[in-house]
């Protein structure tokens, strides 16, 4: 029998299992967990940059959320941990710039953080961020999904951390877990938190495992409770992906989930479309493509993209044969949702190193958009698309990685004024090297709110594993490479070797 138990200072409450009926997670937490307030500060719905959630201290500044998975924390090799970076008017920092940035390292040996730190949880494999209690200040959300559960290996589990005045702490945490674990469940492998429906004055959580796949928690009288899973889809996908937007404009986030499937011999991927409301989310289609994802406003008429990666050609879906490496697909808002604003059905636009002014050439292997993120970055109120090719070759330089920028316009994305970058560009730290996976993960952030959002790359391979972040500025043309810098976990205040730093950066 599930119970769901809340300590609100020395008072405690056990929740029956009534109230529960419908959940399968069981809700541990490690200090007190108050009701939300009846003001909502959050913007509901979209990942526009107005309304993305990623700020924990309610300053206006976007914050970074980075995970070291494969982090040693007290010696348990493997444990992992995250890592904050506050945004700032000078954006973010590290321990050793000048000034110094506003910085946290995180793990399950942190004091209130729920449970402990033991070798192979991953703790950080997966992050997120959002309000989930309505409060104003966005939660992390952060996923270890090779967490055992007594004698059950890798059942895993998702641990909430709240926002507050003064950030992210351990006063308030959550941890969810299934109240009946499954060897390899993984549960924690991917993790999402929006407004997808307007019942509830807080975002809601989503959570993906390996076993039963996809499902949904809701604030709710001070706990996290599991309000259902939505139907399934008409392909067989193995979710891995998640993104949100709102891509017909109604006010509700909206969710793809992507992953591969054995509908396609695990080649291309297809992404799930799961439209919000307010009886929660539907199924509505399955679209090509989804091995990376991500959304935002490419054409700057109120509906939010949806972007996807595609790691090998389609003719018939892609009209592009010729593209080895990798391709990257839009799917335009519209009133009836990803696809339906041109063309007919769900019509993509197709990308590759193939396409007009792309710089480049498709090449086997490249993972061109393995990872994406979306966001303006020349401040002209278009967003712009940020493509991470992690098996890109630089010159003999096998798998250093590479990324890629197109622009938004009024008309759509663009190969007009693309950007591309590794190690061995004039002006970016580093050198490239072979497996560092330059562009494994990417996020376009404005952490220093001039209505342009900066470059975050990162290399999980560098330093034999270690891993790095770069971050590249940005500018009314673009992104530059004078005045970028990168760091490792250690600048932060983790442990270095072996972390692969930045294997996950929240979107």
Known sequence: MTSVTSMTGNTRRTAGSAAVAAASFLLLTSACVLAAPSAFAGVPGGTAAADRNSDFDGDGYTDLLTGAPEGTVDGKEGAGYVTVQYGAPNGIGTNTTVPKGRVQAISQSTPGVPGAS????????????????????????????????????????????????????????????????????????????????????????????????????????????????????????QPAYLTTGDYDHDGFADLVVSGYSPDDDYAQGWSAHYAGGPEGLAHRGDLHGGLGSASGDIDQDGYDDLVVGQLSAVDEATGDADAPGGLVGVYYGGENGPGGS???????????QNSPGVPGAAEDGDAWGADLSVADVDGDGCADVAVGAPGEDVGAVADAGAVWLLRGTREGLTGAGAQSFDQNTPGVPGAAEADDSWGAQVRLADTDRDGRAELVAAAPGENAGDGALWLLPASGDGLLTGGSRSYGAAALGGTARGARFGEAVDE
């Open 118 to 237: 033991e070798a192979g949880d991953g703790f950080g494999r997966a992050v997120a961020t959002g309000d989930l209690d309505g409060d104003g200040y966005d939660d992390a959300v952060i996923g270890a999904p090779g967490e055992d559960e007594g004698s059950v290996a890798d059942a895993g589990r998702v641990t909430v951390l709240y926002g507050s005045e003064s950030g992210l702490g351990a006063e308030r945490a959550a941890s969810l877990t299934a109240a009946q674990p499954a060897a390899g469940a993984r549960f924690g492998l991917a993790v999402a938190a929006a407004r997808f429906t307007g019942d509830v004055a807080s975002d809601q959580l989503v959570v993906l495992d390996q076993k039963t796949g996809l499902h949904v928690f809701t604030w709710h009288a001070g706990v996290l409770r599991q309000v259902g899973t939505p139907h399934s889809t008409g392909h067989r996908i």
């Open 342 to 352: 041109r063309g007919t059905g769900a019509d993509a636009q197709w990308w590759s």
